[in-house]
């Protein structure tokens, strides 16, 4: 079957000729929305042990992570021999240059590893740390034929201020504009992360949304749909005022979804289109015990029904 989104599963090999694998790693940074800096408490959807693999804890160096990471997809993916660093939990751009410098160095200097990704907040960068994060690409690594690949991912999540003071983002959407147009200036590929179903957002905001997507100086775009994690303020909320929010079915997610795409620029790599948090964190997990790849497998299904594609309605401003 033709593919009718253009996924980011094979990038890495199309672009440098093999598959490369992320390391979640945790370097104990935190979020300025919970130090108080901008707010306490976190988003309120949010549970970083949710999505925290077993070999990434805090407690560990950066190479200990590395090298428990490699062995951790070693089963799955054998031929796999260069890697990135993904620091993903918390605000990876949440402290003075001089650390991150450091972290990241520490990183970069493990010889499994070709490149960095860094997740982090838009209110968490500034002109110093992206020329920084800018200077690491020209690096070269023995063995690695190409240059250092880096890559920056903003938690923008949605496109909607009342929603972002909702959710306790702590910041606006504008913020999130100029961050990811500063960072594709300096020649960084852009990642961006929005979450589907957020409380007050209607099927409709979420089409009308994609052509502020599309207006985004982006590489690629992580979607996922919203997910009621127990403990925190978001599953309170919806106990309380289930009306508020709008929970897809998985035959709806599916539609919702095949919308979005086809209203996405064509150019947009595709890196997720569906959550996943072990079953031990929610309640009951809303559509049984399916997986990712089984949902990807369904959205080409029915994207191939429709006989659609993305980018089929994208219209150029």
């Known amino acids: 079957m033709e593919r009718r989104f253009n996924s980011f599963v094979g990038y890495y090999k199309e672009r440098y000729g093999e598959r490369l694998q992320k390391l979640v790693l945790d370097a104990g940074f935190t979020c ?34 590395i090298d428990e990471g490699i062995e951790f997809h070693r089963v799955r993916y054998r031929n796999t021999t260069h890697y990135l660093a993904y620091f993903q939990s918390f605000s990876n751009t949440y402290a003075p240059l001089e650390r991150l410098r450091k972290v990241y160095e520490e990183a970069l200097s493990h010889p499994s590893v070709v490149g960095i990704v860094i997740g982090t907040r838009p209110d968490c960068v500034d002109d110093e740390k992206l020329d920084y994060i800018s200077s690491l690409k020209g690096r070269e690594k023995e063995g690695w034929p ?10 923008i999540e949605s496109c909607y201020d009342a929603t972002l003071k ?47 997507i599309n207006s985004l100086p982006l590489r690629s775009i992580k ?33 919702l979804m095949t919308d979005i795409l086809e209203r996405l620029r064509p150019d947009l790599y595709i890196e997720r289109v569906v959550g996943e948090v072990p079953p031990r964190f929610v309640d009951t997990p809303e559509w049984g015990l399916i997986r990712n790849f089984q949902i990807i497998d369904l959205l080409e299904q029915r994207m191939e029904s429709r006989k659609t594609y993305q980018g089929r309605l994208y219209m150029p401003a």
């Not at 190409?146 to 938690?155: N, Q």
């Not at 996922?224 to 998985?250: C, D, I, N, W």
């Open 32 to 65: 300025p929305n919970r130090d108080g800096k901008v707010g306490v408490g976190g988003c309120t959807y949010c549970d970083n042990a949710s999505f925290h693999p077993g070999y990434s804890t805090a407690g560990k160096s950066l190479h200990e992570q």
């Open 146 to 155: 190409h240059e250092m690949i880096v890559t920056l991912e903003y938690g």
């Open 166 to 212: 909702r959710i306790n983002r702590g910041h606006d959407f504008d913020t999130a504009r100029r961050a990811v147009e500063k960072t594709a200036e300096r020649g960084i590929d852009v990642g961006a992360h929005f979450i589907l179903g957020l409380p007050g957002e209607t099927r409709e905001m979420l089409l009308d949304q994609c052509d502020t």
């Open 223 to 255: 979607f996922h749909q919203l997910q009621l994690v127990k403990g925190t303020r978001m599953k309170a909320e919806f106990e309380a005022h289930p009306e508020e929010f709008k929970r897809y079915s998985l035959d709806e997610y599916l539609d």
